[in-house]
């Protein structure tokens, strides 16, 4: 993105690599920015604001991603449809909160759990299920057992 300062796009990358918070590594670099006696001490433009915003949203997004990835479950960085559930929803409240819209984000999670369900054996949907139904409940989306499944 042009026009944006170097020291905005470094704070962006930290917050796109933060831990299961991202919202918090937000925080840390508008105040790191803006405020500390170390940091810059910054006037941000509101489109640098913005920016350092979509980079939580992207964060939030990646670790949903690697929630919903079949392929990750059992490894040590997976952590559960619980996270992905979790993680929807501070998701969403940051999004609206700071008026993104909600239905691209909402669209790009869903395609995320159709492929994470079509890739569950029978035996591991139904251990799943109360989760899956949780999650695509905060999702706004029906959820019917068969829904997902090949015939």
Same mark, same amino acid.
């Given at each position: 993105?042009? +026009? &944006? ?8 990358? &930290? ?12 925080? +840390? ?9 170390? %940091? ?8 640098? #604001? ?6 939580? &949203? ?5 670790? &949903? #991603? ?5 392929? +990750?479950? %059992? ?20 999004? #609206? ?46 959820? +019917? ?7």
């Amino acid at each position: 993105m042009e +026009n &944006i300062r170097e020291e905005v796009k470094e704070e962006a990358e &930290i917050i796109r690599h933060a831990g299961e918070i991202p919202e918090v590594a937000f925080w +840390n670099s508008l105040h790191y920015l803006t405020e500390d006696p170390e %940091g810059p001490k910054l006037k941000l433009l509101p489109k640098e #604001e913005e920016y350092l915003k979509k980079a939580v &949203i992207e964060r939030y997004l990646l670790i &949903i #991603e690697r929630d919903l990835t079949y392929e +990750n479950k %059992g490894k040590s960085h997976y952590r559960g449809l619980e996270r992905a559930i979790t993680n929807w929803k501070r998701l969403s409240t940051f999004a #609206e909160r700071e008026g993104f819209a909600l239905e691209p984000l909402r669209k790009k999670v869903l395609e995320c759990l159709q492929t994470y369900l079509k890739k569950l054996s029978e035996k591991e949907f139904f251990q799943e299920k109360e989760q899956l139904e949780e999650l695509a409940g905060v999702l706004g989306a029906s959820f +019917n057992e068969n829904q997902f499944k090949e015939s």
